[in-house]
T-cell receptor, first 115, second 113 residues
Framework: GAGVSQSPSNKVTEKGKDVELRCDPI?????LYWYRQSLGQGLEFLIY????????KSGLPSDRFSAERTGGSVSTLTIQRTQQEDSAVYLC?????????????FGPGTRLTVT | AQSVTQLDSQVPVFEEAPVELRCNYS??????LFWYVQYPNQGLQLLLK??????LVKGINGFEAEFNKSQTSFHLRKPSVHISDTAEYFC???????????FGQGTELSVKP
């Protein structure tokens, strides 16, 4: 079946602009995660959603970052007033359920470049 | 809190040689351990995981890892590497609460002919 998809694959934006990154998880997966991969920081957790529970936002680096998940499926990560340090690859993952026994399947990522 | 340390940022090796990629973790609670591989310009793919049971875990592409609780290590090994194994490898931990993975900084494996 289809894996996790993300769009766009690449995004170049000017400093100060807002961007939206989209993630389509595997159908039927109740848990959805966002991570960021950057040269200086490696792979960092940002936020995750599990069913109808309140999301765990503990990894969001500032209040410029927000995410939502509509209808328990598609998720959008929004970065407001982008800064150059936001340049990174943003990875989305989904799993059947929350829990370490459930494999997280990763999408190909969105490469964000802030100029 | 949990943390993961991958001791080598880069590992060059010749084709058909054995390789070990080192991973140590720190945690005050029981953890579950994972190795992911990232090929150039691709997403992360699970190689193997340790949840419980036998401490020697076999994964895809001939890789295996051994969980050593006393050493807090989970080193990844392959007895004979191929050019196609060239990639970045990430060690990660999770807890029985699930949720976020905590990743190491990654090890770039470069297999040369």
């Amino acid at each position: 079946g289809a894996g996790v998809s993300q769009s766009p694959s690449n995004k170049v934006t000017e400093k100060g602009k807002d961007v939206e990154l989209r993630c389509d998880p595997i159908s039927g997966h109740t848990a959805l995660y966002w991570y960021r991969q950057s040269l200086g920081q490696g792979l960092e957790f940002l936020i995750y959603f599990q069913g109808n529970s309140a999301p765990d936002k503990s990894g969001l680096p500032s209040d410029r970052f927000s995410a939502e998940r509509t209808g328990g499926s598609v998720s959008t990560l929004t970065i407001q007033r982008t800064q150059q340090e936001d340049s990174a690859v943003y990875l989305c993952a989904s799993s059947l359920e929350r829990g370490a026994a459930y494999e997280q399947y990763f999408g190909p990522g969105t490469r964000l470049t802030v100029t | 809190a949990q943390s993961v340390t991958q001791l080598d940022s880069q590992v060059p090796v010749f084709e058909e040689a054995p390789v070990e990629l080192r991973c140590n973790y720190s945690s005050s609670v029981s953890v579950y351990l994972f190795w992911y591989v990232q090929y150039p310009n691709q997403g992360l793919q699970l190689l193997l995981k340790y949840l419980s049971g036998s401490t020697l875990v076999k994964g895809i592409n001939g890789f295996e890892a051994e969980f050593n609780k006393s050493q807090t290590s989970f080193h990844l090994r392959k007895p004979s590497v191929h050019i196609s194994d060239t990639a970045e490898y990430f060690c990660a931990v999770n807890t029985n609460q699930g949720g976020k993975l905590i990743f190491g900084q990654g090890t770039e494996l470069s297999v040369k002919p």
